[in-house]
């Protein structure tokens, strides 16, 4: 996993982001995203790391905006990539294990036939994102806000989507045995083929349901502030 180095500005309780030295090792900048000087040089660097090295171990870019890089085939392992920015972004048959993109917005991102597992997401943003023929295995996506997106022919098993808020999005013939959708929002999503009545989506009834067209949009969710800036 990343190392947890506490920011070494006075007062500061973030954490250190990683760098990379001149031998390409990844190491601790010693200061947290809003406190390191050399953050564009910090940026380049990772960047030209992730581009050179197909297999990345205990990266920590907490903040950063990491686009119009091509990721395609690279594994990941223990990475922290909370509240980053991603901008067109092609990773087809990227491989992600044990790692945290919570708060984080993907926009234009491609994803296809990607094996990710027991990662979070919670609480991101992900529009125009393709996720089609992926495994989504064990995955946090609660809170998360999707917009324009494709999970179809993914397998989703026992992945959570509570308090989600999915838009014109496709989840077409996908594995959903034992995801949850407790508490969530999904306008003009698309189920078809898929497995809905092994998906958990009622807490109150305490069973598996397929009545996807049930859940009413809640206004207040449809109303708020994240949605109307998409």
């Known amino acids: 996993m990343y190392e947890m180095n506490q920011c070494k500005c006075e007062g500061c309780s973030k954490t250190a982001i990683s760098t990379i030295d001149d031998d390409e090792n990844i190491i601790s900048s010693g200061f947290c995203h809003e406190h390191n000087t050399d953050i564009d040089d910090i940026s380049k660097r990772i960047c030209k790391y992730l581009m050179s090295h197909d297999k990345v171990v205990g990266l920590h870019c907490h903040g950063l905006t990491i686009k119009n890089l091509n990721l395609s085939g690279k594994r990941f392992y223990g990475c922290n990539f909370q509240n980053c920015n991603f901008q067109n972004i092609h990773a087809d048959g990227i491989r992600i294990r044990m790692s945290i993109y919570d708060g984080s917005t993907f926009t234009d991102c491609d994803f296809i036939n990607s094996n990710i597992q027991f990662t979070s997401f919670a609480g991101s943003k992900l529009v125009h994102v393709i996720l089609t023929g992926s495994d989504l295995i064990h995955i946090n996506c609660n809170g998360v806000t999707v917009y324009q997106s ?44 898929s497995n809905t009545r092994e998906a958990l989506v009622d807490r109150n009834r305490g069973g598996l349901m397929g009545d996807f067209e049930a859940s009413a949009p809640d206004e207040d969710i449809l109303n708020s502030e994240e949605i109307q800036q998409i």
């Open 150 to 193: 494709s999970f179809d022919d993914s397998d989703l098993y026992n992945s959570r989507f509570i308090k989600s808020v999915l838009i014109n999005t496709s989840m077409r013939n996908c594995n959903l045995k034992k995801t949850v959708f407790y508490n969530s929002v999904r306008e003009h999503v698309s189920f078809k083929l």
